[in-house]
């Protein structure tokens, strides 16, 4: 199963060319769920999520729909994965809040956390519970190597593919050959953050999808399931992204439009 969604469900640039227009904020997630089945949430980076709210986000969403969240940064940046069980247990306990509804946890690195913080990783892996699916992304190439691949093939975590300015695509391709998980976890991101209208396609990223969507159907004979998620960043306008890529997967999308139509009838 290839399950492909957004990075982030709350922009309002999307209002009219994806969200009907005149959605408000608190309805965009509802509608947002209407069109894809997953999504990457990225607010779980800066602070562990209230109970409260994770139930919201269950609640507002059909049976078969799943989070990813990304691990607190207090665990990877702040702390650097030292001493960060109390953290990670308190984020859990929110995590499970969803139930069913949870997919991958994102364990995020900084930009400056190094292959010199191996011993760091090794001490945090084991603490990842075996019941839920962990996925880890590196920014910096110098943690693809050999012994890494196989720390994070022992503790079942999946490399994050990020397709951005941390590692070449190349590299990526070649590491979807050998998947560390159970699961893969694919990340479009862009090469950069100088897009900064959310509303429309802006840079032709058809060469990128079709590349990508080859190498997710050679990936599925090796996983169950991946996950993956567009960031507006990656051409300007996720859903059209998305909608793109499953079309190329020969997945059925749903039309902004049909939005429109289904919120009429409540």
Not at 203 to 216: A, C, F, G, H, Q
Not at 228 to 251: D, E, W
Request: glycine fraction near 8%.
């Amino acid at each position: 199963m290839i399950r492909v969604g957004a990075q982030g469900w709350n922009y309002d640039a999307w209002v009219g060319p994806f969200y009907p227009s005149g959605t408000r904020a608190i309805n965009y997630l509802g509608t947002y769920a209407r069109a894809f089945d997953t999504v990457e949430v990225d607010s779980t980076f800066y602070a562990v999520p209230a109970i409260k709210t994770v139930r919201a986000w269950a609640a507002r969403t059909p049976e078969k729909f799943t989070f990813s969240l990304k691990l607190p940064q207090a665990i990877t940046h702040e702390r650097r994965m030292r001493e960060s069980g109390d953290v990670l247990m308190q984020f859990l306990d929110a995590a499970r809040e969803l139930g069913p509804k949870l997919g991958p946890i994102l364990i995020q690195c900084g930009p400056d956390f190094g292959p010199g913080e191996l011993p760091a990783l090794a001490g945090f892996l084991p603490l990842l519970p075996p019941d839920m699916h962990f996925a880890i992304e590196f920014r910096q190439k110098g943690w693809i190597n050999e012994g890494v691949i196989a720390l994070l093939r022992e503790h079942r975590v999946a490399l994050a593919l990020s397709d951005g300015k941390w590692i070449p695509r190349a590299t990526l391709l070649k590491l979807a050959e050998q998947p560390t998980s159970d699961i893969a976890y694919v990340r479009w991101m862009g090469p950069d953050r100088s897009i900064v209208d959310y509303s429309r396609i802006q840079v032709d990223r058809t060469k990128e999808i079709e590349v990508w969507s080859e190498t997710l159907r050679s990936l599925m004979q090796r996983v169950t399931t991946a996950f993956c998620y567009v960031n507006n960043h990656f051409a300007g306008h996720s859903p059209a992204s998305i909608r793109m890529l499953q079309t190329k997967l020969g997945q059925a999308s749903v039309d902004p439009a049909q939005l429109g139509d289904q919120l009429s009838m409540f």
